[in-house]
């Protein structure tokens, strides 16, 4: 589902730049026209950036393309297979060059197994379809793909130990999960810090963070709750949520001991499964 999806981005954009070059049109007549910028266009030709359905009503009005692009964005691109709360964060992801997560409960997604992320969607909602499911875990998966990207971002994870125990999925699952953020941890692709049990309680240890870096923009802070999200990116705000990473990073174990405890923990986990 995911890499259609992706594909669906690649086609608009490569729509939009063919009728735009037939109606005469550079990137920034047509933005100015729709009230973004040139580049802007250029984001949405490349598929760097998710077409918007306001921009593509007006794309369709001035280029006279029949509803063609709002169909697009509502059909086959603003059905993300992830809640709306998320799909501004998701398309940041996409343009971030540096991504730091904190997660006090879960793996974070950019790092989860299929397995361990169908036994987190079925948590969230036990009565959705396996259908709908399929398509969740699919869209958590392929948003990893950020991390293949030949411009990757600096990628840094911090878990608290908690996520090593709770037995998301079970005893294989967790196994394969961890395994995974080990080998992970062991190229060097991306950071991973532990925050152990043994630091006790944290005024932040309960809700998830995340910062975001950028080239030509301010950077930003996602926190989510129960059904809801919160993208900020007021500057004192961010700084607050950085500091407040700075001092999980400072009291979780070192990435080398991490590594070690989660390689345990897996290995807990592997010998569990045997004797299921």
Known sequence: MAKPRQAAWEFFGAELKRRRE????????????VFV?????????????????????????????DGFFARMCEKLINNPGYPLFFAATAELERLATAIHDFDPTFVPGLLQTAAYARAV???????????????????????????????TPEYWVVVHEAALRFPVGGPAAMAQQLGRVADISRSR??????????????????????????????????????YAGNLLDDPTVVKRARRTYDRLRAVALSPEASLALIESAAEDWRQCASMT
């Open 22 to 33: 037939a109606a005469g049109f550079t990137q920034q007549e047509l933005g100015s026209r």
């Open 37 to 65: 910028s040139g580049g802007y266009i250029g984001q949405f030709e490349q598929a760097i950036r998710k077409p918007q359905l306001d921009v593509a009503e007006r794309i369709d009005e001035t280029l006279e393309t």
């Open 121 to 151: 969607m079925v948590g969230e909602d036990p009565l959705d379809s396996d259908e709908a499911i399929e398509e969740k875990v699919t869209a958590r998966l392929c948003r990893a793909d950020v991390l293949k990207a030949p411009r």
């Open 189 to 226: 692709r991306v950071g991973v810090q532990v925050l152990p049990f043994a630091e006790g309680p944290h005024p932040s240890m309960g809700k998830m963070l995340r910062l975001m870096e950028f080239d030509d923009a301010p950077p930003a802070a996602y926190t989510e709750g129960l």
